[in-house]
């Protein structure tokens, strides 16, 4: 049973559904408060979604600053499991922990849809458990979710196969190469703007995010995020 | 600064009448202080005294085994199974946001989800009501662009998702549309708390935002007519901000929880006044402020002003005496302020003092209830009864097919996708079926039940017979939430009318009320709250009538809810429910003749419940795979909406329908365009169909197996006995997604 810490800003809104997704999963979740530091041995860190200190700057500008964002970072530094969702994923690249950066939807409004995103890398912590290339239905929700980078970064991205996901059938909001998730190079930070907690059981429509905590547990089972790797065949180097 | 002079002038700014001012000596017996004159012309508005529909609201049935709380507090209050209950309302913010269309419909939304938290619920659903003029017009367009972004970017921060709602557009709302929110909440039963004060020495302070000058007199601003001069009304129009409305209700939830508070409402409408005034008279006691106390924005802020600010984001809790510093505790670690500014008193006196002086003493009781009650004239406009009585003069000729894709065209009938794609609608994970559909559905977590939810109102009905058009919008309400499999509830209202000084006016109020309390009492769906908002007029005239009703019901499997589309090709198509000549009020005469008249379709109580059984109980067996209720626009519609799919399908189905046996005196338009009432089309594999003509049968309805789903994709054809529809499905989804986003630019 992995011990999943989700981080809880003010403004947060999806931190009790993203808490109750990783217990149906099997984890040991608990919520950590922003003005705390430590993270109580997590194994993993959730950022989950919402509008943290009211996002009225600029998405995740003000939460990159809050003291347990400096506990969330070493636990990123040393290795350790890191998923950003939506307003978590534009933390994380506020904070330098992900490349890139989320700008205003291309239509410039909020948008509420389910989208398709295909499975582009299986080799981290929160997309073990699915088939590379497997295509899901996830509610996306976001006024902010247009990913950016500069052409290098872009280039490295692609290269080095930290798109983990990717829209498919329609690009929403005007990301970058389709892009609606990326890791970090040591690939135990993801953020992906898809809500997978908000489709983890048949009544709520389908149950296609589930993995994204499923992983965690599978990921314990077997130790190593390496043999994942190994099997996935693509980043043996990582 | 010195406040003015009480002049007879003055009274009349503040919307008194000379016979009401006469009132407020008498009990004073003194002239009032002008702090005192604010606080009369704040609660004896029309927004917060109902003085002039009162006695119309007492006609509601408001009582039943599923009432856990009536009429009277922030919300109504609905039992549901395992200990849980519901709270919801529904309000209207119609004149803000008529002048300042982003932040009038934000605030809409702020202050409904927190007449829901306050009692103890934690908000799972909003819902709206929206009416504009004609989208060819560009300040409706801004209104409507404007009202949209507004609710969406409150709601979308305080994470609540919007699981439904209606749109409508008609020129009698050019100038002054409507903005009716509702905030749908679930609590445990027992953790119910009341807005009403109690226990001497237990101590008042506000949490939250701090007090400014927003807002002044909002709400007397919503009780009187809109004018040229309203622009000037826009300092007036309180700003939200949802980022302390969620703190707020967080840091309100768990106060709620940790006992060590009596009682909790909402600065709304009346700000302060309001709050402290009803608290105390709900309960009977005394209450007195020391309004310098009160935490401003800025310096030299008056009585008068703290008193009548309608600032957002503020509460007002009556906490037991010895557990302030925990209340305070709590707010802090929500990075709110609380302050105490005052203490409950035995003497029954509202009394407020300023810098050691007593500014407002008023008996509070007389206060909250002994505003005059009115009783208008109602009289029908012989104009309306004339336009009833008529029908449209000979128009263009359309075939079936143009019709129909006419009616897919037009703003009212077609997707509202454009709207609800900019709210968030499955955020809390609890989403079971999103807008789109007939009624929104949820779960509640970790419970096998759901909870349906839909507001509703067809105003031409009201306008040209407002008492078939009160009952119609309740039974549209509980045909919509039957569809999904629930048994309605309960409603909540929000009835949206002219000024009711104007018989005519007066008369469309008294009857729409009628429609409503009976169809209420034919369905046993008790009238739990809601709101008047009279005084919607512009230059141009009022309002169309429109009584807006926000249903809930009951499934008792929130995994056994029936969509609204065909999924799966070959199964069965039914229609449920007798056709018959009633196109008076139709979407298509408006559409297609540009006629807005005749008799609307009467509404069979009787029938109509029946209908709601029938859906239940077909759902609870699990024979459905999809229901829909056939209203705007009639059957033409209802089947093509089937077909077409849901706003996020990639792809509609074929649809092969023959309605040849309706025959004669029917004509096709009849047949596809009458708005007759208790109706659905139903879709199920056809190993059900027995079973489900047997159901229709036992309950006495109507029955007819109109044809079969077609392929993905496929052709949608309707065979008539004078005509035909045959058009492919993605044509009819390619006019009917698109409308609105044409019209808007997009």
Redesign the interface.
């Known amino acids: 049973m992995q011990r999943v810490a989700v981080v809880v800003f003010p403004g947060s809104n999806c931190d009790a559904d993203t808490l109750d997704a990783a217990r149906a999963a099997g984890s040991d979740a608990y919520y950590v408060w922003h003005k705390d530091t430590d993270l109580q041995r997590a194994d993993a860190v959730i950022l989950p979604g919402g509008f943290s200190y009211g996002d009225y700057l600029r998405s995740g500008a003000i939460a990159r600053f809050s003291p347990v964002l400096r506990a969330v970072t070493a636990h990123a530094r040393a290795g350790g499991a890191v998923l950003g969702i939506c307003n978590g994923f534009q933390i994380l690249c506020e904070a330098g922990l992900l490349p890139g950066a989320l700008m205003r939807n291309a239509r410039l409004k909020f948008l509420s849809r389910p989208v398709r995103v295909r499975v582009e890398a299986t080799d981290t912590p929160f997309t073990a458990s699915y088939e590379r290339g497997a295509e899901l239905t996830l509610p996306i929700a976001h006024g902010d979710g247009r990913y950016v980078a500069d052409s290098q970064t872009a280039a490295e991205l692609e290269a080095n196969g930290q798109v983990v996901l990717r829209y498919v059938t329609e690009n929403p909001n005007g990301s970058l190469h389709d892009i609606s998730g990326v890791c970090n190079a040591g690939r135990n930070v993801v953020g992906i703007m898809p809500h997978p907690e908000r489709r983890n059981a048949q009544v709520l429509g389908g149950q296609d995010g589930a993995r994204v905590f499923l992983s965690l547990e599978a990921r314990n089972a077997t130790q190593h995020v390496g043999d994942l790797r190994a099997v996935d065949g693509r980043h043996l180097r990582v | 600064m010195t406040d003015p002079k009480i002049t007879p002038e003055l009274v009349q700014e503040h919307n008194l009448t000379s016979e009401e001012y006469a009132r407020i000596v008498a009990m004073l017996g003194r002239t009032p202080t002008f702090p005192e004159l604010g606080i009369f012309s704040a609660l004896w508005s029309e927004h917060c005294s109902y003085k002039h529909s009162r006695p119309i609201l007492k006609t509601f049935p408001t009582t039943g085994p599923q009432v856990v709380q009536g009429p009277g507090e922030n919300a109504g209050v609905l039992r549901l199974p395992g200990g849980w209950a519901v709270a919801f309302k529904i309000e209207s913010h119609n004149h803000p946001s008529a002048v300042e269309p982003y932040q009038g419909a934000a605030t809409g939304a702020g202050g409904i989800l927190r007449d829901v938290f306050t009692m103890g619920a934690r908000p799972v659903a909003l819902l709206n009501s929206l009416r504009f003029g004609p989208l060819d017009d560009g300040r409706n367009r801004y209104l409507f662009a404007g009202v949209v ?1 507004g609710i ?2 409150y709601g ?4 609540v998702p919007t699981l439904g709602g209606e749109v409508d557009f008609a020129p009698g709302y050019a100038g002054n549309p409507l903005v009716n929110a509702m905030c749908v909440g679930v609590l445990k039963e027992k953790d119910l708390i009341k807005a009403a004060a109690h226990g001497v020495g237990n101590v008042l302070l506000t949490i939250g935002s701090r007090t400014g000058r927003d807002g002044i007199h909002g709400a007397s601003f919503a009780s009187e007519e809109l004018t040229h001069e309203s622009d000037k009304r826009r300092p007036q129009v309180q700003v939200g ?4 409305e ?2 707020l209700l967080e840091a309100s939830l768990e106060l709620i929880a940790s006992d060590h508070i009596v009682a909790i409402q909402d600065m709304g409408a009346a700000g302060l006044t309001s709050s402290s005034a009803e608290m105390a008279a709900r309960g009977g006691v005394g209450v007195e402020i020391d309004l310098s106390k009160v935490p401003t924005r800025e310096p030299g802020m008056t009585p008068y002003e703290i008193l009548l600010s309608e600032s957002q984001e503020r509460m007002l809790v009556v906490a037991k005496a010895d557990r302030v510093k925990e209340v305070r505790a709590i707010a802090a670690k ?2 709110l302020d609380a302050t105490p500014i005052g203490k409950v008193t035995d003497d029954g006196m509202y009394r407020c003092t300023w810098q050691g002086k007593v500014v407002v003493e008023i008996p509070g009781r007389q206060l909250v209830e002994d505003c005059p009650v009115y009783y208008p004239e109602a009289k029908e406009d012989p104009a309306v009864a004339k336009l009833r009585a008529s029908t449209p003069h000979a128009a263009r000729s359309y075939a079936p097919s143009d019709a129909l894709l006419a009616l897919l065209d037009s703003a009212s009938v077609a997707s509202k996708k454009w709207v ?13 079926i999103p807008p789109g559909g007939d009624a929104g559905v949820l ?1 509640v ?1 970790h419970e096998d039940f759901g909870i349906a939810v839909k507001t509703d109102c067809n105003s031409r009905y009201v306008r040209l017979d407002p008492y078939e058009g009160g009952k119609a919008t309740v039974a549209e309400a509980a045909r919509n939430v039957a569809c999904t499999g629930a048994r309605p509830l309960g409603i909540t209202d929000c009835l949206n009318f002219g000024s009711p000084e104007r018989a005519a006016v007066f008369y469309q109020f008294r009857e729409a009320c009628r429609g409503i309390a009976d169809a209420c009492r034919a369905l046993g769906t008790p009238v739990t709250g809601g709101n008047v908002s009279f005084y919607n007029e512009s230059p141009t005239g009022a309002v169309d009538p429109t009584p807006v009703v926000g249903m809930i019901g009951l499934l008792t499997r ?2 056994r809810a029936v969509p609204s589309h065909a999924r799966s090709p070959g199964d069965a198509v039914f229609v449920f429910g007798d056709t018959r000549a009633e196109l008076g009020g139709s979407a298509y005469w408006e559409v297609c003749a540009d006629f807005v008249g005749g008799q609307p379709p009467r509404v069979n109580l009787e029938d109509e419940k029946r209908l709601v059984d029938l859906l239940v109980t077909g759902a609870e067996r699990s024979l459905f795979r999809s229901a829909h209720d056939c209203s705007h626009g009639g059957l033409g519609v209802a089947l093509a909406e089937v077909a077409m799919g849901g ?2 399908q ?1 792809l509609g189905f074929g649809l092969d329908v023959d309605l040849t046996a309706y025959s004669a005196p029917l004509t096709a338009h009849q047949v596809l365009f009458s708005e007759s009432h208790g109706r659905a089309v139903i879709t199920c594999s056809p190993e059900r169909a027995a079973a489900i003509q047997a159901l229709a049968g036992e309950l006495g309805i109507p029955v007819l197996r109109a044809g079969t789903v077609g392929p993905v994709n496929g052709g949608f054809r309707v065979t008539l006995r004078d005509g035909q529809i045959e058009e492919p499905v993605a044509r009819l989804r390619d006019v009917y997604f698109s409308a609105i986003p044409r019209r808007m630019g ?1």
């Open positions: 972004r969406g970017d979308n921060c305080v994470g901000d949802p980022f302390t969620k703190l929500w990075d609800f794609e900019q709210y968030d609608s499955t955020v809390q994970a609890s989403t079971v779960r977590r929130a995994d706003p996020y990639e997009d």
